[in-house]
């Protein structure tokens, strides 16, 4: 990692992490959705084949396949996923809203509906990424905001335990196809595949394009790209758990993106020396130390108010404050995915057990979104009534601003109730 002194650094060009470039692949992708669109499963069996090397016959997951995967799983794993589960949906049922309605103005009622999305897509990455947490993460959000039909597409060969996840979060129907062509499928639908009208998942740097490239057919959550941590700290923090922290997250990917920021020199050295010890047993090392060369930096500052302003600028997915006083640091802080306090908060526990979500904004979209929720797949359509006593009191406000605005009949179709 990169030690860097505050004064010494311009923190807008610090704070730029590794970005997948997904400009190189649309032409690709784009091509890949467009002979989707017009061939469905013919052409998904084409990529399929070409990609994945894998003969695909039958798309979808037959219930025969499930069963056979809760037989051949780890029990310890099962037990684990089932935990995981509960803890999921007890945090995200809180973060339902309600309906409400107010009086305006005397014989004007406004309020707000709740309404869920009537589809959704959840992608799940195969390949050597096994990550059936994140169908957790993506489905039972869904599954409680109401979502009538909810499907999921991850490359064939599907291991057990993501079968199982799929299961065990309401998942519909699981389709053997990965990659862009997908985030087509779902986005047009073929004759397997049905149409959906949000997409969300992790996935490469071509499922990300293909996401891009399909909004607005359908939505989606936002775009993905390589996991990143920061951890604020002051002389309270623990070396060791620092260390530690910064090793799970650079095991993800060598483009995971790692900070450090401190106000503390002693804790900056010592960490620093906790990591190169811990590196050397690390069983993913080579992905970590070329995620730490790249993309991993340890910023001293000359007092905490400037720590706070680094972070606030990076605007982390996951950010780790481990101080004297972590609620009031958290109230200065505007921009992050998701905010684990304390020495004994480590991400870990929120990718897979604590309840909240761990499908997150990267590359500083903490500063425009939230991660995914309940909220994400439901609608709020805003509901009026207004009695013949409510227009009159409405009447002059409306009719002035609809004829500044030359929108004539706008008006009159006012005054003709008065």
């Not at 389709?175 to 009208?197: D, L, N, R, W």
């Not at 997250?249 to 020199?265: G, L, M, R, W, Y």
């Not at 108010?305 to 997915?317: F, G, H, R």
């Not at 006593?389 to 601003?401: A, P, Q, R, W, Y």
Request: aromatic share 6%.
């Amino acid at each position: 990692m990169e030690l860097l002194r505050y004064d010494d650094i311009d923190i807008d060009k610090v704070v730029k992490r590794s970005e997948n470039d997904v400009n190189s692949v649309v032409p690709i992708v784009s091509d890949i959705i467009s002979d989707v669109a017009k061939n469905g499963d013919k052409a998904i069996k084409k990529y399929t084949k070409k990609f994945d090397n894998i003969d695909v016959n039958t798309l979808k997951v037959t219930d025969e396949e499930i069963k056979n995967a809760y037989e051949s799983i780890d029990k310890e794993l099962l037990n684990a996923l089932k935990s995981s589960a509960n803890n999921i949906r007890k945090f995200h049922s809180r973060q339902m809203p309600k309906e409400w309605e107010i009086e305006i103005n005397p014989g004007v009622k406004a309020g707000q509906i709740i309404r869920p999305i009537n589809s959704v897509g959840c992608y799940i990455p195969g390949g050597k990424a096994i990550y059936p947490s994140s169908i957790l993460m993506a489905a039972i959000p869904a599954k409680i905001a109401g979502v009538e039909k909810i499907i999921a597409c991850s490359p064939p060969e599907i291991n057990n335990a993501i079968l199982i996840a799929a299961d065990l979060s309401g998942i519909d129907e699981i389709y053997k196809v990965g990659g862009a062509q997908a985030i087509a499928a779902m986005a047009y639908g073929t004759e397997s595949v049905p149409k959906v009208e949000k997409i969300v998942g992790p996935g490469n740097i071509f499922v990300t394009a293909a996401k891009k490239l399909v909004y607005g057919r359908t939505d989606i959550d936002f775009p993905a790209g390589p996991s990143e941590v920061l951890i604020l700290a002051d002389e309270t923090a623990i070396p060791e758990y620092i260390a530690s922290d910064i090793l799970a997250q650079a095991e993800h990917d060598p483009k995971a993106s790692c900070f450090i920021v401190t106000d503390n020199e002693n804790l900056a050295f010592n960490t620093l020396e906790s990591i190169n010890k811990l590196i050397k047993h690390a069983k993913r090392k080579d992905i970590i130390m070329k995620a730490l060369e790249k993309s991993g930096k340890i910023i001293l500052c000359n007092n905490f108010d400037e720590a706070i302003e680094v972070t606030n600028k990076y605007a982390p997915e996951h950010l780790q404050i481990i101080t004297q006083n972590d609620e009031k640091v958290l109230s200065k802080i505007n921009n992050a995915g998701s905010i684990f306090l304390g020495n004994y908060s480590p991400v870990p526990c929120g990718d897979y057990g604590s309840g909240t979500n761990h499908v997150l904004p990267t590359g500083g979209g903490a500063k425009m979104y939230s991660g995914l929720s309940t909220e994400s797949f439901i609608k709020k359509p805003t509901v009026q009534k207004i009695s013949k006593d409510g227009i009159e009191n409405l009447s002059k406000t409306c009719i002035t601003i609809a004829e500044y605005e030359g929108l004539y009949s706008h008006a009159d179709s006012i005054r003709k109730r008065l």
